[in-house]
């Protein structure tokens, strides 16, 4: 990030206290620091695809746009008709920015049912909702150049384990061809593991920068992952980890427009 934007106003330091997170920015040196981007390339399909996840190198564990072999998460399940496929919905644009609608945020966020299994159709409703819209106002996304669309991820069984990510590889893919997003946040441990190809905790997988491929042709897309927000509700210790986060997917974001 540059000098000046590190400077936060009074309108962010309000949403940062509203978050419950003690005011501050990572240093130059902390981001520089980051580890060297992870590639997340996918696997055509089954029949193709490589050795499992678990098996191979860091950098070079894959995830597919259309079908891939099980995960070890989805091995562990009970059984087919007992596990959930984890489903992604159609993105929503949250702010238009000033700029084109490419190019912009993707936000990927992990959002369980109401208890009647829907989804408020107000991406900001209820308690999340606003931490999430703090979150981004922190940013100042909502007054930036780029826009910002949001896309909820569930399984398709309250209750039921995450078997089959297939689903949500596929939805993601035509989103993101469609949206061509310059970065992606995957707020929560469904659309992080499925995107990534990953059963490590999200603990493991936040704090750095990856990347998702969503074709063996494409280019790639940088993804930063945290906590998300009906996590931080109950866990309000882990709010400056996430504040963390957002700060790197900011500086990302920068560095790749620039």
Known sequence: ???????LDARQRAMLEEMGVKVWWPTAERMTATAAPEVVEPVASRSRAAAPAESLPPATVTATATAA?????????????QAAAVLIE???????????????????????????????DEPFAGEAGRLLQNMLRALQLDRGTAPVHLARVHRSATGAPPGDVAPLRTGFAAQAASLAPRLVLALGPLSTQGLMQSDEPLGKL??????????????????????PPIYLLRNPA?????????????????????
């Open 1 to 7: 990030m540059t000098e000046a934007t590190m400077q």
């Open 69 to 81: 072999a099980p995960t070890p998460a989805a091995r562990r399940a009970p059984g087919a008709a």
């Open 90 to 120: 159609p993105a929503i644009r949250l702010y238009d920015g000033s700029g084109p609608p490419e190019n912009g945020w993707l936000l990927v966020v992990d959002t369980p049912p109401s208890a009647d299994g829907r989804h408020d």
């Open 206 to 227: 936040r704090g750095r920068v990856a990347q998702v491929r969503v074709d063996r042709g494409g280019a790639e897309t940088p993804l930063v992952a945290s906590y």
């Open 238 to 258: 882990d709010k400056a980890k996430a504040w963390a986060d957002l700060c790197l997917a900011a500086a990302e974001f920068e560095r790749v427009a620039s």
